[in-house]
């Protein structure tokens, strides 16, 4: 095994993703290229989330997701944070 990638960052245990096949990826490498695919591909990708939103079984598990108690929690705790962000925020008064 190499000590680094080929654009030098080293192959650590946490920066190591190894495949089921035995050979090995520099995991920083690799999120640039997701990130970069997902760029590049932002488009296509919503019209496909989308699509599998909209499938029967997808949206009943996700309403029923939004149901539950956890869900509306984490949701108005959200709110809170961004109502919080939004006072900190000086106001420009002309
Ligand atoms: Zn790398």
């Known amino acids: ?13 946490t920066n190591t993703i190894w495949r089921k096949n035995g050979t090995y990826l520099c995991r920083f490498c690799h999120l640039q290229r997701v990130r970069s695919y997902r ?5 296509a990708i919503k019209i496909q989330q989308d699509a599998y939103r ?30 919080a962000q939004k006072e900190v925020v000086p106001m420009l008064v002309p």
């Open 1 to 13: 095994m190499k000590s680094h990638c080929v654009h030098g960052h080293e192959y650590t245990r």
């Open 54 to 83: 909209a499938r029967p079984e997808v949206r009943e598990r996700n309403n029923a997701r939004r149901r539950t108690p956890e869900y509306r929690q984490r949701r108005n705790a959200q709110a809170r944070e961004r109502r």
């Open 39 to 43: 760029e590049r591909n932002i488009v």
